[in-house]
């Protein structure tokens, strides 16, 4: 009876343990909780009148033999328009290395407000010896931050990117758990599309 009920508690805790990490990004997707942007495919409302920096932020997981850098450092954002971002990598090695990349929003409380409408995030990419890559990203900052007494203060935004070799290097090192929710890939000639209409 009591290894019954202790075999029982176990098998529950297990399945939690596995739970644990979907569950944390439903409820950082839901609340903008530890910088984990809004991913509500909500369109961008357009121009307030009023405007936000957003910095652009890449690392690159020591275990990945590549070269990762945003192409612009900062941008001025009209608050509630839309905005295209690139980031570029070079693979180092002299062999074909495969990578994904996870993102978060910094400071934490303005993930809520932090709309990714398309991204290169939690997709892998395989970069052939010494080949570069372009990776865009679509965003926009609802106007509702400057409503907000937490956040109305806030001029600027970082969007931070990281790649790693794999998921399980990402979950290893933490960032997994807080890393923003997958938001869909888009092609670079839909976001060079995108960024000439803006």
Known sequence: MLA?????????????SFAAIPLYRLFCAATG??????????????????????????DTNPGLPWTFAPDQTEVALNLGDEQVAFYHALNRSNRPVTGMALYNVTPEKVGKYFHKTACFCFNKQTLSPNQSMEFPVSFW???????????????????????????ED?????????????????SAADMAEKSEAN
């Open 4 to 16: 019954g009920v202790v075999a029982a508690i176990m098998a529950g805790m297990t399945g939690m």
């Open 33 to 58: 909780f530890g910088g984990t942007p809004n991913i509500t495919g909500a369109t961008a409302p357009g121009a307030s009148g009023q405007t936000i920096r957003v910095r652009f932020n890449a």
């Open 141 to 167: 900052v609802d106007p509702a931050i400057r409503n907000d007494p937490n956040t109305a203060d806030i001029k600027v935004v970082t969007l931070s990117y990281t790649f790693y070799r794999s998921l």
């Open 170 to 186: 990402a979950e290893k090192s933490g960032a997994l758990a807080k890393a923003g929710p997958h938001v869909g890939p888009m």
